[in-house]
């Protein structure tokens, strides 16, 4: 039986303990090329089938080296292609040679222009089904692994990151060096993730480090600061840390997100280093998945929302315990805004809005909004205000520690919400929220007192978060945006959050230089949650604007968000 609508990995196969990874990395090529073994739980006999996507095979043999048959079936458009091999009796594993597709869809090369220091740069971005374009592996959350061995050869001048722990350098051959890592802790193969590049650290506490290009890493330390303190308060909520270090690395401007709580190494974008330390809620974000999503992982794309629904929820508990109510009310009115904004982006498929979805036959990528994020975080909420806080708590606590280290669906979650807190559920109505589209019209509301006095002009913005609650409360044409600029500098800060939702007011109020305005902000960034809204306003208004802009703009997204770019301009009819 099939384990996830997203993957080949069948329940009556051996699955998948441990992996050891050696890959060369050809910046010239654009390939990685090595092996990758799969050491089974037990061992098992017959076929084996992995997910593989744009992948040269080029190898497969059992662990000894004894060539097995195996089958590549032509790819399907959203699974990739099934490798299937065929095991004889008592197989404890396979050995696979391969090499990556420079279209590797989890891959980005950069050329040395596309960033700060002018090196090249590759990195990986796996959720939710890219870790197949990596290597041919057992790519559901349903089977987590530890990795043994990963190997990566790289040029000695740059470094390779793992969000592994890491064993230290080998020397290569000619200007080559062997960076060494391993997992001891099983991860779904979405974690699995590295980075290479001119990498430099600054140390932030005994257990945390903050990873950038040289020239950016006194900024990045200086933003993070906090780290340790969120780390923390997190802990006190949700119990011990159980992931060693938590280091963070800046990534180039193309990474597609906010973040990726890469396990021990969360990869950020560089548009949260406002300068004013506005932005890092993010990292109160990635940090809080060490426990909601990396520990307790969804076991499919259908049950994202347990991941982010619980890990907003938790980021602004964080954020509550270090900057008191208030601040985290604010974001969750910020947070409120984004839901209302996605709710209307499906309003013609509502289905993708339940937080149980049915994704068979839909890409993950493109079922992707902030609804499992704000309308988890509200069921969650919801859910703590009907318990009582002192009970929740203590149930969150019980949650972590009962499935740690395991992948779980919605329904184990409402099972052992019934078996801890009986009658909760009904009583929330937890279900309307489940499997409902859309929001319960009497959905718990952020309070923040703060937001009411913008929006009724009684008080100006004191800080960014709240210039932002106050910038999303305006309709376009009911303001003076010259005056406004003017006020408060919006098309030069450097926060691409305050900047964008701008540049969105600009276009809606047809001013004259937003479409300036949005370019600017379109080659700067590849973070999708910036693209996405200015790219669906500008090619409503300006298609031909839209169409040239990505055209100058793409070589330095993602190929993520290129798909996501390229299917709103089609949307709107700016290209075909
Ligand atoms: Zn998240």
Redesign the pocket.
Known sequence: MRLDPHSFADSGQPQTRSIDLELRADFGARVLEGEVALHFRSPGAGPLDLDTRDLSVRAVSALDGTPLRHELSAPEPILGARLRVELPAGSRGVRIRYATSPAATALQWLDPSQTTGKQPFLYSQSQPIHARSLAPLQDTPRVRVIVGSARFTVPSRLRALMAAAARGREPGSGDEAVDTFEMPQPVPPYLLAFAVGDLSSRQLSSRCAVWAEPALADAAAAEFAQVEDMLRAAEKLFGPYEWDRYDVLVMPPSFPYG?M?NPRLTFVTPSILAGDRSLVNVIA??LA?AWT?NLVSNASANDFWL??GF??YAERRILESLHGREASELHATAGLHDLQVSLERFAARPELTRLRTDLRGVDPDEAYSTVP?EKGYLLLRRLEETAGRPAWDEFLRDYLGTFRFQSITTQDFLEFLEARLPGLAARARALEFVDAPGLPPDAPLPRSLRAEQLRRGETDPANPTELLVFLQGLAPDSVDLRELDARFGLSSRRSLELRHTFVLLQLRAGAPEAVDSARRVLLETGRMRYLRPLYTDLSRRHPEAARRIYEEARGGYHAIARSMVESVLKEQGALR
């Open positions: 973040g709580e974000h990635e998945h999503g991941n982010e890990t907003v994020y």
